[in-house]
């Protein structure tokens, strides 16, 4: 399968814990974005990565977010001290140098308890 | 700042019935449009695109149309099948490609 995958799928954890979400995009696409999608609404953007640089990063993603991709290829968001406001889908899609389509990963689960 | 408002659901259709759910944007410059479908449990799959003005997208049975006039991307399938229950979300594309602006989705659920 050579799709956006995401890992974990599901993640259940206390208040106040940190988590790490991993996204591995399609080969060869350089360009990756997260998002966070709660109940009953569309994804919303939170940030987004050329290479290994972070271009763009939505004011959604408070000082307890941290998204890096040291080496262009995976990505890692990390939540700090999470709260159970966090409680979402987070979506990781990539997408390739030519076009403007977005392919998406399965989702990670978080519930904050 | 671009947006897109979609047709609020759910909605419920009969096996075979005509679907239509509208999606109007506001955008600056020459955006692409999309939808998206997304079946239970799973992320958001690509149903299909239009990236200029009076372009069809069409795949499985689905098409929409890009109407710069009435700044619409409506959804339209002629018989919708069990198989299509699922949210679909029409979202658009700055003229860079940079961000992607969703709707709320719209819910379907076809009856045998």
């Known amino acids: 399968d050579t799709g956006v995958s995401q890992d974990p799928r599901h993640k259940i954890t206390k208040r106040g814990q940190n988590v790490t979400f991993r996204c591995d995009p399609i080969?060869?696409?350089?360009?990756l974005y997260w998002y966070r999608q709660t109940l009953g609404q569309g994804p919303e953007f939170l940030t987004y990565?050329?290479?290994?640089?972070?271009?763009?990063k939505s004011r959604l993603l408070s000082d307890r977010f941290s998204a890096e991709r040291p080496k262009g290829s995976f990505s890692t968001l990390e939540i700090q001290r999470t709260e159970q406001g966090d409680s979402a889908m987070y979506l990781c899609?990539?997408?390739?140098?030519?076009?403007?389509?977005?392919?998406f990963g399965p989702g990670t689960r978080l519930l904050v308890l | 700042g671009d947006s897109v408002t979609q047709m609020e659901g759910p909605v419920t259709l009969s096996e075979e019935a005509f679907l239509t759910i509208n999606c109007t944007y506001t955008?600056?410059?020459?955006?692409?449009l999309f939808w998206y479908v997304q079946y239970p449990g799973e992320g958001l799959q690509l149903l299909l695109k239009?990236?200029?003005?009076?372009d069809k997208g069409s795949n499985k049975g689905f098409e929409a149309t890009y109407r710069k006039e009435t700044t619409s991307f409506h959804l339209e399938k002629g018989s919708v099948q069990v198989s299509d229950s699922a949210v679909y979300f029409c979202?658009?594309?700055?003229?860079?490609?940079?961000?992607?602006?969703f709707g709320t989705g719209t819910s379907l659920t076809v009856i045998p």
């Open positions: 899609a990539s997408r390739g140098l030519a076009g403007e389509t977005q392919y």
């Open positions: 080969s060869e696409h350089n360009r």
């Open positions: 990565f050329q290479n290994e640089a972070q271009l763009e």
């Open positions: 955008a600056t410059g020459y955006p692409s």
């Open positions: 239009a990236t200029k003005a009076d």
């Open positions: 979202a658009l594309s700055d003229q860079g490609g940079n961000q992607f602006y």
